[in-house]
């Protein structure tokens, strides 16, 4: 019925959907109810111990069969360098008298661990049907472990060059990431984030330079944006932010109604609140700091001390300091559970693809 069900097919799920992984903010209800579904459930292990995603993957597996997605951080370890730190809380100092935050106040570590043995321990003993990256890929030896584990591995690509690497790594389906995607650019050949591509000149080049299939992601929120992924060429998409929207998603009300509010021009890419380039809703930390600044630590540093500032502006309602991760169609996105969503958007896409078929 779908154009394309190479992905399908490959993964074992009904409907071309994934949900987006997005750390912190979704675990297993969210995954759970579009398993169920039929799409993709998708846990982000990136901001979790071991014991956590443990405990996620035990409830997921017991209340569904159907294939699920793990999804891991495989970043660099950062840099440490001490002149480098004093630099960012320095640029941070006038915020920190401003809120009245103590300035010995207690700083949380920032983790956000790469992919180790520990967590493809936890792959080998859950068997997910699908594991997926974000920036590039683990070690050959963790790859062969998940590969003799069963999953399909996924990664995500910000263009042809980082997509050809990965299918010659022996990625299964490569998800192309456009520039109007949320949360953090999964680019990992380049820090320049300048030349990042949309999504609708991304996904055709990746699909005509690699031979497995191409999963499209970034500001793909409707109907409409599921019939374009196919009509380039993908064979299914990942949706981040019209997911966040759903009860299922564990965001505060000042996020939920930041989203609601979000119009097309009020995202922006910035390294502030991590170190790495990720697409947020523009606040007063972007802006006077940022969007970009030479002066955040190395991903995942920056967040740490920044932590403080945000959790005070929140208790006063103000999201001055947080980072509302959304991609650039927040505003398509519709408040229903997740499984409704799921259904519905691949109800309303499959509706379109036969409308256009009858009249071509
Ligand atoms: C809130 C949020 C958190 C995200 N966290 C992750 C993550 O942990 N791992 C990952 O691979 N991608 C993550 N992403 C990126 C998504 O995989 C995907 O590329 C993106 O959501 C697609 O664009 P969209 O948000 O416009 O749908 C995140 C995205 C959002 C919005």
Known sequence: MWPNDRF????GIELPIIQAPMAGLAFSDMVVAVSEAGGLGSLACALLSVEHARKELETIRRRTSRPINANFFCHQPPRDDRAREMNWRRRLDGYYVQLQVDDNSSIPNSARAS???????LVMEF??????????LPDQSLLLRIRRAGAKILSSATSVAEALWLEDQGCDAIIAQGFEAGGHRGMFLTEDVSTQVGTMALVPQVVDAVKVPVIAAGGIADARGILAAFALGAAAVQIGTAYLRCPEAQISPLYRQALKDAKDNQTAITNVFTGRPARAIVNRLMREVGPM?????DFPLAAAALAPLRAKSEMAGSADFSPFWSGQAARLGRELPAAELTKQLAAEASAKLKLLQTLA
């Open 127 to 136: 068997h997910p049907e699908v594991v997926s990256f974000h920036f590039g």
């Open 115 to 121: 992919f180790d043995d520990k967590m493809c321990d």
């Open 293 to 297: 600044s030479d002066v955040a630590l």
């Open 8 to 11: 399908i097919k490959l993964s």
